[in-house]
């Protein structure tokens, strides 16, 4: 396997995304159709039982009982963190694949991301929870924890482990690597923040208030820029996994390299 730690990662990851973006973009918008739909999905359920002309969250959410906030939360967990983790894994499938030198189909690709199903529905909340909750304490412990989590899906596609296995694995490597998985996990961020309050202050005083297609408008526009960083920040995990590996055994890959 071609895992040269030479080339600075940002541009590797550009020069692999350029070598196959056809099956990155194909493969992160089959997700981002999945995601859309289920969040509006459940914004919609949100919505249900009240006024048509009612679209205040405040209200909504103080309108809820018990049942329906606690089905909107972890539904809303589910909706965002699936689509995500199935995209990530079809990314991360294609990078190994480059650095393998391996040839691709798409068909191949859907079907493992068909196979992680399971796995990205127990994942959504193992990750998407811990990660809401420190980022409403602030925005770094959010960011931290998210990164703590970034070699999982890498994991699941280069080893085969079960479930909470790769999960372990994931902690036992990624305190190798922390820095790199934290620096593109905070660029991404940035850059989808930039996006949702342009997208506030901008294109939102011309949606209207409620309806389906607003909905889908609103979480659309964020979304298909979130995909492309999606896809190029797994391909930077993908690339920090096998750095670690490399850390964890040097002697090994060493003679690997020699060989080769």
Not at 8 to 25: D, K, T
Not at 74 to 102: S, Y
Not at 221 to 228: E, F, G, K, S, T
Request: hydrophobic share 55%; glycine share 8%.
């Amino acid at each position: 396997m071609t895992t040269n730690p030479d080339p600075p990662l940002l541009s590797e990851i550009a020069r692999l995304f350029a070598q196959r973006a056809g099956q990155y973009c194909i493969s992160a918008a089959i997700a981002g159709v999945f995601g859309v739909t289920v969040i509006v999905a459940m914004s919609l359920y949100m919505l249900s039982g009240n006024p048509p002309d009612q679209a205040d969250p405040v209200l909504l959410w103080k309108s809820m009982g018990e049942g329906k906030k606690f089905a909107l939360i972890f539904g809303l967990n589910f909706a965002l963190w699936t689509p995500v983790l199935l995209g990530a894994h079809a990314a991360c499938r294609i990078t190994t694949a480059q650095l393998a030198n391996q040839e691709l189909a798409l068909t191949a690709i859907m079907v493992d991301m068909l196979r992680f199903l399971p796995s990205a529905l127990v994942y959504a909340p193992v990750i998407g929870v811990p990660v809401m909750m420190g980022s409403s304490c602030f925005f770094i412990p959010g960011l931290l924890i998210a990164s703590l989590f970034t070699l999982v899906v890498p994991v699941s596609v280069n080893e085969t482990l079960g479930i909470f296995p790769a999960l372990r694995r994931n902690f036992g490597l990624i305190g190798k690597v922390f820095g790199g998985s934290f620096l593109i996990t905070f660029l991404c961020t940035v850059v989808i923040a930039g996006v949702i309050a342009l997208r506030i202050v901008s294109i939102d005083r011309w949606l209207p208030a409620v309806g389906i297609a607003s909905l889908g408008l609103r979480f659309a526009i964020p979304y298909v820029p979130a995909l492309l960083l999606m896809v190029l920040a797994n391909v930077g995990f993908t690339l920090i996994y096998f750095a670690a590996r490399r850390l964890e055994n040097p002697i090994t890959y060493s003679a690997a390299s020699s060989a080769s």
